[in-house]
Structure formats: C-alpha cells, structure tokens
Nanobody, 116 residues
Framework: QVQLVESGGGLVQPGGSLRLSCAVS????????MDWYRQAPGKQRELVAG???????NYADSVKGRFTIPRDNTKNTVYLQMNSLKPEDTAVYYC??????????WGQGTRVTVSS
C-alpha cells in the first residue's frame, strides 16, 4: 500500500520559513512527478510547485523566488522549502506523487498558518 507521510506544517510569523517533507513508502514502480498543492479556506486546490524525476521544476507565480522543491530520489522524499512566508500562504498543503504507471497518490495534508 502506497503511503505519503507529510510533516513540517505549523504556525509561523510573516517573513518566516518552514520546510515541509513528504516521504513515500510502499510504491513499487518508480516515481515520476512529485508536487505540492495547497488549498486555502474557500478556495480551490492549486499547484504550488512540482519536480520531475529528472529534476525539472515549476512553480506557481505567487511563490516564485520564495519556495523551492528539493527532492531526494534515494529516500523517495520531496520537500517544500518555504521562505518569506506571507499570510496568503496559509493553507493546507498536500503532497502528490505520480508513478511511472501514471497512478496518482495524495498525502493527508499538513496545515500551514502564517500569522502574527
């Protein structure tokens, strides 16, 4: 059974930093894309950042220059390094993984609150 375990969310002041982690276990096939999505209250889930198996990355315009998405293929783990956080970054963040067989898996979500 594939499991995505997220960690690292919490409360942080504006301008602060957090690092989210997502560890994938139980997957038999190789992983292609690894992404982070977020969903703020009353809004649709949106893609924040993604990274392919070859290391190509893409970011939402709202987080470019502030967030990065490192990936450790040896540990099947993806991170989201969030710097210069703003109140509008407040959301539940979800890890998403797509296998080489095009199956999609989601984490349970981790809450990030940016507030003074």
């Amino acid at each position: 059974q594939v499991q995505l375990v997220e960690s690292g969310g919490g409360l942080v002041q504006p301008g602060g930093s957090l690092r989210l982690s997502c560890a994938v276990s139980g997957i038999i096939f190789s992983i292609n894309a690894m992404d982070w999505y977020r969903q703020a209250p009353g809004k649709q889930r949106e893609l924040v950042a993604g990274i392919t198996s070859r290391g190509s990355t893409n970011y939402a315009d709202s987080v470019k220059g502030r967030f990065t998405i490192p990936r450790d293929n040896t540990k099947n783990t993806v991170y989201l390094q969030m710097n210069s956080l703003k109140p509008e970054d407040t959301a539940v963040y979800y890890c998403h993984v797509r296998s080489s067989t095009y199956n999609d898996y989601w984490g349970q979500g981790t809450r990030v609150t940016v507030s003074s």
